[in-house]
Structure formats: C-alpha cells, structure tokens
C-alpha cells in the first residue's frame, strides 16, 4: 500500500525547510511541526499502520532520535515490539556497535545484543525520519542482522533523492520512503 496524493500532501506541507542548520548550505527537514499538526500526524501514522499490519512484524527499530518518535507509536499501533538503535554509548547492557563514515569522521551506532532475542530470526522493521546518505541506516540495518534479525524493510518519512542513499541500502533491504525530495 502506498500514499495516496492527498494524504502525500498532507504530510508534505506539515514538514519544515530550515535552511542553512546545522551549516551553511544544509536544508534542514523539521519534522517537528508534523508532529505538531494532529491531522498530518495522524495521516502519517495511519498509513504506516495500514502498510505495516501485513508485513507480519516482530518489531520495530527506530534509529535514534527521531526514528524513536515514529517507530514507537507504531510498535504499539501494530502490537510488536520497539528496539532502539543509539548514538554510542547511550545503552546501559552489552551492545553490538557499528561505525559508518561522516562528510568528516566516523560515527557509531548500536544496538543491544539480546534485543531480539526472544524471537528466532524475527522480523524487523527499521524506521527513521529522513535517509540523506544512507551511513546511518546501512550500519543500522547490519546491526538489525548482528543481532540475528532480518531486516525485512526500511521505512523513512523523507528520502533526499539527490543523494544515493537509497540505492546504496537497497543492497541491503527494501526501502519504502513516503516523500522524495530533490
Ligand atoms: P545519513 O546517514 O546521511 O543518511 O543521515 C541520516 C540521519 O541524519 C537521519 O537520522 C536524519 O534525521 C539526519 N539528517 C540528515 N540530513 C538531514 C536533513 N537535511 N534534515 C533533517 N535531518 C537530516
């Protein structure tokens, strides 16, 4: 199932450009003011449930921070499980981590080793707000099969199709973006 245009522009004119944060030359997509907006939000969260409620989850992992906002009111729409995937060093148990390459440097996500493990091979939805490069979400997505899951689906709100992230996680998983921005 996918957006209908309607509810496509619904969504779309509760999302805000802040342009030049956290740098110059960055367009910023604020998902806050969806958030805010209790139609949009709704049509947003309604949709993803009437996707996701075939797919036959065992959960969902949200990737830190505004994965958790999405996949978290999910999870509990679909009655599974919600996992966060964090910035490292944020979860207290012993975690599986995975780097992945900035503009400058590298940064670290990961995930707790036992997060899945009440379910043989279970089936996971991994969920964020916006996929610009992909790093983040492809070290998730590893993280996802560490942990001894299948990524069944990666699921962003927003996908800036002038990059290649999405071709690049596609190697991966199948990935489902509601908005492409170019
Ligand atoms: P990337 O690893 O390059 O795909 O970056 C994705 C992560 O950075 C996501 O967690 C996004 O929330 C955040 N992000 C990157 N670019 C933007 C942007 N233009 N607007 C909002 N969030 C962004």
Excluded: W
């Amino acid at each position: 199932m996918t957006l209908s245009n309607i509810e496509r522009k619904i969504i779309e004119n509760s999302i805000r450009d802040i342009k030049d944060f956290p740098k110059p030359g960055i367009v910023f997509k604020d998902i806050t003011t969806l958030l805010n907006d209790k139609e949009a939000y709704g049509v947003l969260m309604n949709h993803l449930y009437q996707r996701y409620k075939e797919y036959n989850l065992d959960y969902i992992a949200g990737i830190d921070a505004r994965g958790f906002i999405f996949g978290a009111a999910l999870a509990q729409m679909l009655r599974v499980g919600f996992v966060p995937i964090r910035k490292k060093g944020k979860l207290p148990y012993t975690t599986i981590s995975e780097k992945y390459s900035l503009e400058y440097g590298v940064d670290e996500v990961e995930i707790h080793i036992d997060a899945f493990s009440s379910i043989e091979n279970a089936r996971v939805l991994l969920i964020d707000d916006l996929i610009a490069t992909g790093g983040t979400a492809n070290a998730a997505a590893t993280l996802v099969k560490q942990a001894g899951a299948q990524c069944i689906e990666a699921c962003f709100i927003i996908a800036l199709s002038f990059l290649d992230g999405v071709e690049n996680l596609e190697s991966k998983t199948d990935v489902y973006s509601l908005i492409e921005v170019n």
